[in-house]
Every structure is written in C-alpha cells, then in structure tokens.
C-alpha cells in the first residue's frame, strides 16, 4: 500500500508566479517565511472550508497518532482553530466509563480464544508482556493495542495524536460529539470474528513502511494514497467499509448538517479521521450533495 511522495506544494509553482506578478515583496516575505518555517507548518493535511446557510465550519482530517514534530500546525490550520468557538470531534475520550465498555464489548469468547493465540503466536514470542495483558481482550482490541505499541517504537504515540492535540488546546471552546465512545466500542466489537482476527494478523503484519506510508500521505495531504490505505483494510472489506467508513460518513455528515442549521456557534472546527473525508462516500462529497460549498483548502489559499 505505498504512499505517493509527491508533495502538494508542487501544484502551487503558477500561484507563486501570479503573487510574484502582483506583489514581489510578498513573496521574498513568503518564501523566507518558507525557508524558516518548521516542518510541520509545511504540511498540508487534507482540509476544507464548509459554507452553509450563511454558516461556515472547517473541516480537517486527522490520524489518532503523532509526534512532537507535528505542531503546530500549517498557519492556515491553526488560524482556523483559533477563530472557530466550537471544536468538533468524533468522541470525547474523556466521556463514558472506560472500564465498564472494556468490560462489555472488549472480552474474549472463550470459543475464539484459541485461534488469536495461533494468529498471534510469533509475534507472543518476542513480545510476551504484551500479549499477557492484553490475553483476556477481543482480537480487535488486541489489534488497536498492538498497533499502538508498534507505532511507539516507530517514535508516535496517540497522546500527540492530532484530535489531542485540538482536545488539549481548545480553552473555552465548545466541545461537541458526533458520536460517543460508547458507540464506537459497539461498532467495532460488532465485526465478525473472521474480519477481527484479520485486523490482528494485520497489526502484526504489516511492515514499517506501511505504516509509515499513512503518516507521509497524511502529512502531506495526498487524499488518494489515503482512499487506498483506507479502502485496502483487512477483512471482510464490504464490512469494514460499510460500518466503519460509509455509514458513519452519512451519519456524521447529518449532525455537521444539523450544528450548522441550529447556528448555535459562529464557526465549528471538525476533526475527524482522515478516512472519513477521503475516498468513496466522503464526508466532503456528502456535504456537497446536503447543498453546502466545501472549499478544499492549501497552504497559500482556502
């Protein structure tokens, strides 16, 4: 599933040109901002601008791991952030009781428990702390857990996660749900027990540069590597797809739909996974068919 390494900055050569024509000392200033900037404020994650019913909303696409290297994010991003008085997610981490969903959706059967130790018994053998505690859970959980661990090694972790990091600095900005964590725990451990133990053997599995290939795609804003990362998941891909990308792509667009109609805050800044605003059935795509202008936005214009 590799990742295309192109960048979108190579598409903004002929604006740079016409900013040139217009204002040559805004350009010097903008490219010595350019040679002096962060990293990180050169990415260009895939972010749109949403006008509805004289109501505006940013919409940003996230992945639920990162790095310090992260932030902040591009200036338009952030200014975004800063001018919205509502932060939108898809669940509030903080919210629900965490050891009574584990206890409810994230058991083992009995009957399955013998095939996820044979799905993961190689891995068990370099890694026996983690596979004793994370024993007595449901192979999706296992599987979450276990990429989360393999991500650290890499240098990312979800505290540093981009929906985090938004939670971590939203002050006194409203915070609303589009879901709820309890939600999400019935989704996923509603998978079948053949697209579960697949979501495992791929945690496992899949190599370095997979996984690194969703943070580069993400990074720079390449919405067809991430369809295809998204759209390629292990499993039961006609499930998977439909519970975990399509149907909630709908649901979600209907509430983004019913915040902007209800004009309760002046401009909301959404952050939901990347998945969800790329690909077949996107977010953006439904919101279009709603009757809202979705803008897709770049580092030199929204």
Not at 104 to 110: K, T
Not at 117 to 135: E, I, Y
Not at 238 to 249: G, V
């Amino acid at each position: 599933m590799p990742a295309t390494s192109k960048s979108p900055l190579i598409f903004n050569i002929s604006l740079i040109y016409r900013r040139l024509q217009r204002d040559c000392y805004a350009l010097a200033a903008l490219m010595l901002w350019f040679m002096s900037a962060p990293a990180a404020a050169l990415d260009s994650p895939v972010f749109y601008k949403i006008d509805y019913q004289q109501q505006q909303a940013y919409l940003l696409g996230s992945i639920h791991i990162g790095r310090q290297d992260f932030y902040p994010l591009a200036q338009h991003i952030e200014s975004a952030f800063r001018q919205s008085d509502a932060l939108v997610v898809e669940a509030d981490i903080s919210q629900g009781d965490t050891g009574a969903l584990l206890q409810q959706y994230g058991g083992l059967s009995a009957d399955i428990a013998a095939d996820v130790n044979a799905s993961r018994s190689v891995f068990c053998q370099s890694n026996q702390t983690l596979c004793q505690a994370l024993s007595p859970y449901a192979p999706w959980l296992q599987s979450a857990q276990i990429s989360m661990g393999r991500f650290a090694q890499l240098g990312y972790s979800p505290e540093q996660g981009v929906d985090a990091y938004f939670m971590a600095n939203r002050h006194d900005k409203a915070l609303v749900e589009l879901e709820s964590i309890q939600f999400q725990f019935e989704l996923i451990s509603s998978f079948s027990t053949a697209t579960q133990l697949q979501m495992l053997d791929d945690s496992i599995n899949a190599s370095d540069g997979e996984m690194l290939d969703l943070i580069h795609a993400w990074r720079q804003g390449d919405d067809s590597a991430l369809a295809t990362i998204m759209e390629s998941q292990p499993g039961d891909a006609d499930e998977l797809l439909e519970k975990l990308l399509w149907q909630r792509n709908h649901t979600m667009t209907q509430k983004i739909i019913q915040l902007l109609q209800h004009k309760t805050h002046k401009q909301l800044f959404i952050v939901v996974g990347a998945g969800h605003i790329v690909g077949q059935q996107a977010i953006p795509d439904l919101l279009k068919q709603q009757g809202a202008t979705v803008t897709r936005c770049s580092l030199l214009q929204c």
